[in-house]
C-alpha cells in the first residue's frame, strides 16, 4: 500500500505514483464475463485457469459456455436478460482432479452421538481460450427430423386387466369408465 496525504491509500495493483506524485490510474484493456458453468456463476478473463465441477470432456479437449450473464468489453457492460443471446465462452480442459478433503463432523453433545465423514469434490481445470461477445452462431445446426406420422394398430384388449383398461380409458378421456366392467370397458374402446 503507498500512503499519499492524509488518509488516502491506494493499492499498487491499480495505482501507480510517478516521480511527480502524481497518481496515475492503471487502465486494464482486458474483456471479463460472468459466465455460468456446471451449475455455478465465474466470472472470467482470457487465458485465466478455473477450478470447475467435474465437466464430461476429456482432457484437452475445448469446451464452449453459451449461457454468459453479464459482458464487460473494455468498459461498455452488457447485461443479459437472463443471458446474453449469442455471447459465448471457449475454454480448453486442462485435467480432471479431486479437491481438497472437507471434513463434515456431526455431534449432538450429551447424547453420545458422534458422526465422522469426509469429502473430496471431483474439480475440472479449464483455461479461458477467448470470450466472444455477440454474433456468434452455432456452426453444427441439427436437421430437422422427417416426420412420421403414427397410425392406430389393432388392440387386443381381450388380454388386458382391468386395471390396464381403464388407465387406456382414462387416456382417451371416457367418462365414467370407474365403474364399468370388463366388457363394457372393451366395448366403449373399440367403438
Known amino acids: 500500500m503507498i500512503k499519499l496525504k492524509k488518509e488516502l491509500y491506494l493499492h499498487p495493483h491499480f495505482h501507480e505514483v510517478n516521480a511527480n506524485k502524481q497518481v496515475l490510474i492503471r487502465k486494464t484493456n482486458s474483456m471479463y464475463a460472468i459466465v ?4 455455478q456463476q465465474f466470472k472470467v478473463a482470457k487465458d485465466q485457469k478455473v477450478y470447475v ?17 453479464l459482458l ?19 475454454a480448453q480442459v486442462l485435467g480432471h482432479l479431486k479437491g481438497d478433503k472437507v471434513i463434515v ?30 454474433g456468434a452462431t452455432k456452426s453444427a445446426k441439427k436437421e ?7 397410425t392406430e394398430t ?30 363394457e370397458l372393451i366395448k366403449t374402446l373399440t367403438k
Open 53 to 69: 465441477h467435474r465437466l464430461q470432456a476429456e482432457e484437452g479437449s475445448k469446451v464452449t459456455f453459451d449461457n454468459v450473464l
Open 72 to 90: 464487460d468489453n473494455n468498459g461498455s457492460v452488457t447485461v443479459g436478460a437472463p443471458a446474453i443471446v449469442g455471447a459465448s465462452v471457449t
Open 144 to 150: 430437422a427430423a422427417p416426420k412420421v406420422e403414427v
Open 105 to 134: 463432523f456431526k455431534k449432538k453433545r450429551r447424547k453420545g452421538y458422534q458422526k465422522k465423514n469426509g469429502h473430496r469434490q471431483y474439480l475440472s481445470e479449464i483455461q479461458i481460450e477467448s470470450i466472444t461477445p455477440t
Open 36 to 39: 455460468e458453468i456446471a451449475g
Open 154 to 183: 389393432a388392440v387386443d384388449y381381450s388380454s388386458m386387466s382391468v386395471a390396464e383398461l381403464r388407465e387406456v380409458a382414462k387416456e382417451k378421456s371416457i367418462e365414467g369408465y370407474s365403474s364399468l366392467k370388463k366388457a
